[in-house]
């Protein structure tokens, strides 16, 4: 089978009027399929099902035997910021566990940091006329949500598979005094699955830039992976200490995909100054997190070996579905060269190029068949992907039928999108 592009016009034609055919099937069956988010799957979810009866009726005391049912302890219970000290490379005083959204963290600390600036900031962000961003594309849409909501610029730099492109970054911090932020995933990032470099991330942390430029290191999937290769965690505060810039990252992350989605617990670390900071602010909304819910997760995960031991069993539950991606996409696009996509070794999602200026029309064509997937460009800045290309693939949520049922009709889509391009 010759790829589109090689294709002479009768041929084109012909396959045009069988995809048609194929499309008009796919709409009568009237199906009704989503595929948009990074969900955990209800099986997954079911994998927690023992916090529902965590803590146990008069069980509210931590190990020092304070009650947990009442106010204060602002950093999150000792225990918990232990067990996942190492996985996340930040000391236990540095590490704190907060609410259940580590999406609220972040656009807290960018609020924050307008209102009133940083330790090294002259004024609040808000006083600068402007304040951007560095947005490593495709990204992921919910950074990119926080900056545009917040009036932030934001500047898009090409990612590799090691991570951003730190040539680009390197440019743009050295002709762009307005950078004070860069939104960053590190281990299998939305939606590439592309893991940093101990060598990417030690540069990130060394170049030069304004006093109160912060990395966003959102650490969302560092225990999320899909295959035995694990990648060493990145000693990011080290990292950013050696180089003499100490306060320049924040890290981020949640249990909202190892326990419940919704009823999970986020983290917040930095250096000491940078938690200092985050407190004096968060103080003035918060008189502590629910440390109820904190106390369930220790007896539930109790250690690091827990946390590990848990994600296997998620790990058999989404595998298949990320086997099945490939196998849909190798088997119905590959001989047409109508698309490459990422194989992750973790995360929750998979990045797939389409022939340029068609991911917009794929989407909107499985739309109408009944199957809902990220609206092209949202992996973008602005929603606008120069190219019209990248559509994100979220596997994890529905059943694995359910999901090769979406796949099928989503090429069936893409490829009627590619032939109507290339008829005109």
């Given at each position: 089978m010759a790829a589109l592009t090689e294709l002479s016009s009768a041929e084109l034609r012909e396959l045009h009027?069988?995809?048609?055919?194929?499309?008009?099937?796919?709409?009568?069956?009237?199906?009704?399929?989503?595929?948009?988010?990074?969900?955990?799957?209800?099986?997954?979810?079911?994998?927690?099902?023992a916090l529902l009866t965590l803590p146990g009726e008069?069980?509210?005391?931590?190990?020092?035997?304070?009650?947990?049912?009442?106010?204060?302890?602002?950093?999150?219970l000792p225990g918990l910021r232990a067990i996942f000290s190492d996985v996340l490379r930040v000391p236990v005083p540095q590490l704190l566990a907060l609410g259940s959204s580590s999406l609220t963290i972040m656009h807290d600390v960018v609020v924050h940091a307008l209102l009133h600036g940083l330790p090294e900031s002259e004024r609040p962000w808000s006083r600068e006329e402007t304040v951007s961003f560095i947005c490593p594309v495709p990204g992921y849409d919910r950074h990119f949500a926080i900056t545009e909501h917040l009036g932030i610029r934001m500047i898009p730099v090409a990612m590799t598979d090691a991570g951003p492109d730190v040539a680009q970054v390197e440019r743009l911090l050295a002709e762009d005094p307005t950078i004070r932020g860069m939104w960053c995933v590190p281990v299998h990032s939305n939606p590439t699955g592309a893991v940093y470099t101990e060598e990417v991330a030690r540069a990130l942390v060394s170049l030069p830039a304004a006093s109160d430029f912060r990395i966003f290191w959102d650490n969302a999937y560092a225990v999320h992976h899909l295959t035995d290769d694990v990648p060493e965690p990145i000693d990011i505060l080290s990292l950013a200490a050696e180089a003499g810039n100490p306060d320049r990252v924040f890290v981020f992350a949640s249990t909202s995909k190892v326990t419940y989605a919704g009823a999970g617990v986020a983290f917040f670390g930095s250096s000491p100054e940078n938690v200092s900071w985050y407190l004096s602010h968060a103080a003035v909304q918060s008189i502590g997190p629910d440390k109820l819910n904190q106390l369930r997760h220790v007896q539930f995960l109790k250690d690091e070996a827990g946390v590990k031991a848990h994600m296997l069993r998620h790990r058999a539950l989404i595998e298949p579905k990320f086997t099945a991606v490939s196998e849909v996409f190798e088997r119905r696009l590959s001989p047409y060269g109508a698309g490459s996509w990422t194989t992750p070794t973790g995360g929750y999602f998979v990045s797939l190029d389409v022939h340029d200026g068609c991911a917009e029309r794929a989407v909107a064509l499985a739309a109408q068949a009944g199957i809902a997937v990220t609206p092209a460009?949202?992996?973008?800045?602005?929603?606008?992907?120069?190219?019209?290309?990248?559509?994100r693939i979220a596997p994890t949520m529905p059943s694995l039928a359910e999901l090769v049922d979406a796949l099928e009709g989503m090429c069936t889509a893409i490829l009627l999108a590619e032939v109507e391009q290339l008829l005109g």
């Open positions: 009027a069988q995809l048609t055919a194929d499309y008009a099937a796919l709409v009568e069956r009237g199906l009704s399929l989503d595929i948009t988010r990074g969900k955990p799957s209800a099986e997954q979810l079911d994998l927690s099902n008069g069980n509210y005391r931590d190990a020092a035997g304070t009650d947990l049912r009442n106010y204060g302890n602002p950093q999150g460009g949202s992996t973008y800045p602005y929603h606008r992907d120069p190219r019209d290309a990248n559509i």
